[in-house]
């Protein structure tokens, strides 16, 4: 069984930066694809940036771009988000996901197992 736990979240300054962290396990992940969406309070959960666990291929949202980067650790099964001059509307709960499949999908629909989430917040 899927399992992916966030870790790294917390409180930070405007311009600050945080690094998230996702352990996945229960399978194999390779053919499989990692996402991070974050939700804000009284807003829809959005994509942020997902990456292909074989070949580590990456797509972003266009707000993150340039100041979010994901990574993989295929040995260690790990996920990771650094995020950097964050901004105030970066805060949010920010989910782990994965599906199945080479697809950088950025709708919620299109993956089958999430985390529990981790809060981020930026001070202005």
């Known amino acids: 069984q899927v399992q992916l736990v966030e870790s790294g979240g917390g409180l930070v300054q405007t311009g600050g930066s945080l690094r998230l962290s996702c352990a996945a396990s229960?399978?194999?992940?390779?053919?499989?694809?990692m996402g991070w969406f974050r939700q804000a309070p009284g807003k829809e959960r959005e994509f942020v940036a997902a990456?292909?666990?074989?070949?580590?291929?990456?797509t972003y949202r266009d707000s993150v771009k340039g100041r979010f980067t994901i990574s993989r650790d295929n040995p260690k099964n790990m996920v990771y988000l650094q995020m950097n001059s964050l901004k105030p509307e970066d805060t949010a709960v920010y989910y782990c996901?994965?599906?199945?499949?080479?697809?950088?999908?950025?709708?919620?629909?299109?993956?089958?197992?999430w985390g529990q989430g981790a809060q981020v917040t930026v001070s202005s």
């Open positions: 990456i292909r666990w074989t070949g580590g291929s990456t």
């Open positions: 229960g399978r194999t992940f390779s053919g499989y694809v």
């Open positions: 996901a994965c599906r199945q499949g080479l697809f950088l999908a950025a709708d919620t629909q299109r993956y089958d197992y």
